[in-house]
Each structure stands twice: as C-alpha cells, then as structure tokens.
C-alpha cells in the first residue's frame, strides 16, 4: 500500500480547513469521543483547535500524539506511552455533520481516486493525427523515464472512450500491485495486463 500523508489528503481536499477531527473507539473499556477542529495542516505536522479546551490550539506531529493527549485526559491513562494500534482507524473527519469517512477510508479513496485504471475491455482506438503522434512521443519518452523502475512492455497512445490515453502493457502479473498515476500531463492513464498484439 502506497503511504498517503494527512498533507496529501488535505491538498486534495478529502480534509478541508475547519473538519471537524472526530476520535472515537473504546480503549480498554474506557469509551473516548473527542472533537477538535482542523485549523492547517503542513508537511510534517498539523493545527487542530480543541473545542474541549476553550479553542486552545495544538501543534501536533502525528495523530498518535493528538492520540495519546485524548487517552492522557482520563486519569486512568495518565501515564500511557504509546497507543497500541493505527490511529488512521479511529479517527474520522467530519464535514457539516455527515461523516466522510475514517482517515484509513480516506487514505483508500485517494490511493483509487489516483491510480491509473486497469484497461479492462475498454476499446483502443488509434490516434490519426500525425502532430499528434509527435507530440505524444514525448509524453510517452517523459512516461518512461520518469517510471523506469517498472517492468513494461509496451507504451502506447490511444484514444479510449473518446478520450486522448497513455496505454501501459505491463510485463509483471496482475497480481503484483502497480500504482501508477490516474493521469500524466493531463493524459488519462490505463494499465494493461495482456500481451501487446499488433494487427
């Protein structure tokens, strides 16, 4: 699984400023539910307003350290180090009272939302205009090189539901993960795992 950062998932707007961050799970018997608002999030850290505590700002690293200050506000847990499992999993972002989803279930949507797409049986139709061509033998050289380290067999374009597409025939089987771009210079991306024929 390609590792997604809350910085991603914001500058996609699957978070936007002013979610609210919802924790909720029971941890050892103990129910915990706690909001706090999303004021910024940065490359390696994030700002949360704590509605709990009179819109106190926190600067946190990570959602193990908002974590542990929730599980640290039941006396129980005052001395607890680490929370013992993925923090992606409890807490959720909500958005004017609807739940978008769980930051795992975002994390998932985003990693679909911007993998190419397997071709499937999708139909190729070849692209005619010879200035075409040229220009995309360019994308195809940028393609490649920028995603070297992946075995194909062949790159090609093609026009795919009446839209202009980068074709990758992928050399490894299906069941090795490729995650390739959705798009590549505003091209639509579809991966093949079929041999390349020509008729």
Same mark, same amino acid.
């Given at each position: 699984? +390609? /590792?997604?950062?809350?910085?991603?998932?914001?500058?996609?707007?699957?978070?936007?400023?002013?979610?609210? $961050?919802?924790? %909720?799970?029971?941890?050892? /018997? +103990?129910?915990?539910?706690?909001?706090? &608002?999303?004021?910024?999030?940065?490359?390696?850290?994030?700002? +949360? +307003?704590?509605?709990?505590?009179?819109?106190?700002?926190? $600067?946190?690293?990570? $959602?193990?350290?908002?974590?542990?200050?929730?599980?640290?506000?039941?006396?129980?847990?005052?001395?607890?180090?680490?929370?013992?499992?993925?923090?992606?999993?409890?807490?959720?972002?909500?958005? &004017?009272?609807?739940?978008?989803?769980?930051?795992? #279930?975002?994390? %998932?949507?985003?990693?679909?939302?911007?993998?190419?797409?397997?071709?499937?049986?999708?139909?190729?139709?070849?692209?005619?205009?010879?200035?075409?061509?040229?220009?995309?033998?360019?994308?195809? %050289?940028?393609?490649?090189?920028?995603?070297? &380290?992946?075995?194909?067999?062949?790159?090609? #374009? =093609?026009?795919? /539901?009446? &839209?202009? =597409?980068?074709?990758?025939?992928?050399?490894?089987?299906?069941? =090795?993960? *490729?995650?390739?771009?959705?798009?590549?210079?505003?091209?639509? *991306?579809?991966?093949?795992?079929? *041999?390349?024929? $020509?008729?």
């Amino acid at each position: 699984m +390609v /590792d997604i950062s809350l910085k991603q998932l914001y500058d996609e707007k699957y978070i936007e400023q002013g979610n609210i $961050l919802l924790y %909720n799970r029971i941890y050892k /018997d +103990v129910k915990f539910t706690y909001e706090c &608002k999303i004021k910024d999030i940065y490359e390696k850290k994030f700002l +949360v +307003v704590l509605t709990s505590a009179e819109n106190m700002e926190m $600067l946190c690293n990570s $959602l193990i350290d908002l974590e542990l200050y929730i599980l640290h506000s039941d006396i129980h847990f005052k001395d607890i180090l680490l929370s013992t499992e993925n923090p992606y999993d409890w807490f959720s972002i909500k958005d &004017k009272d609807v739940i978008k989803g769980s930051i795992t #279930e975002l994390k %998932n949507q985003y990693v679909k939302d911007n993998t190419a797409k397997e071709l499937g049986r999708r139909k190729l139709y070849p692209i005619l205009d010879p200035y075409r061509s040229k220009f995309f033998d360019k994308v195809k %050289n940028n393609f490649r090189m920028q995603f070297k &380290k992946f075995s194909f067999s062949y790159v090609c #374009e =093609a026009l795919v /539901d009446d &839209k202009e =597409a980068i074709i990758v025939f992928m050399d490894q089987l299906e069941e =090795a993960s *490729v995650h390739l771009p959705a798009k590549f210079e505003g091209f639509l *991306v579809f991966i093949s795992y079929e *041999v390349f024929q $020509l008729h």
